[in-house]
């Protein structure tokens, strides 16, 4: 990475991959902030939290890590000591001994949320009709068909393995509480982000902000990466 002083690394979540953070990418990049993506496999928590330290490896620290929905729980599992700062972007924030599916069915589904269950392979993939109607419903018709396109499929693996100890609870955390979400409701985000102690900012946007709302998601990442630089 080159330029600017803060180091920000960005992990995406369920059914999506790293293009989704292409307009934060350009917004942080106008604020002199390098960003780089995280690919997750989305094939088991090990595995993904294993990529996830392969890019943190190339990244020079201190760093804000950045995680959305399921990768809140990746973010929360490395024990790379260049991380500074956990940002979580509607993100599943589970502690010790808790799964994902433990948090993400905390409370009743939102009544437009889709119903979720492994193909013949195994693999949780998101109905088409849910990226308009739940995962990005504030995004443009050509977004939600390029989120649908791009879209990679969840192993049942990654969300019920018990996770260790958070490392939300050894570093300073900010969470973007996203109050239109329909597939993490606003209350389960609340529940997480009061249990954390994070810096809650909370805005009337989707399940995606990355894609919808960036200029909020980029706000947060520099309040962030301003504590580190200080």
Known sequence: MSGGDARVVLVHGAWADGSSWMKVIGGLRSNRIDAVTAPLPLTTMAEDVASLDRTLERVEGPVALVGHA????????????????????????????????DVFYRN????????????NHG???LPQDAFAV??????SAEEQAVLAAVQRP???ACISVPVGRPLWKD??????????????????????????????????????????????VVDLIRTAARELRG
Do not use: C
Request: proline share 10%; charged share 20%; hydrophobic share 50%.
């Open 134 to 139: 739940a995962f990005a419903q504030n995004a």
């Open 171 to 216: 570093v300073p955390s900010w969470y973007l509480l996203a109050e239109q979400d329909r597939m993490i409701v606003a209350d389960t985000q609340r529940f997480m982000a009061e249990r954390m102690k994070a810096r809650v900012s909370a805005h009337p946007v989707d399940h995606t902000p990355s894609v919808t709302a960036p200029d909020f």
């Open 123 to 125: 693999l949780i993939w």
């Open 154 to 156: 969840i192993s049942p």
């Open 108 to 119: 009743a589904a939102h009544p437009n949320a889709p119903k979720l269950a492994p193909d």
């Open 70 to 101: 399921y990768a809140g729980a990746v973010i929360a599992s490395t024990r790379d000591p260049k991380v500074k700062a956990l940002v979580y972007i509607a993100a599943l924030a589970p502690v010790e001994g808790e799964t994902v599916a």
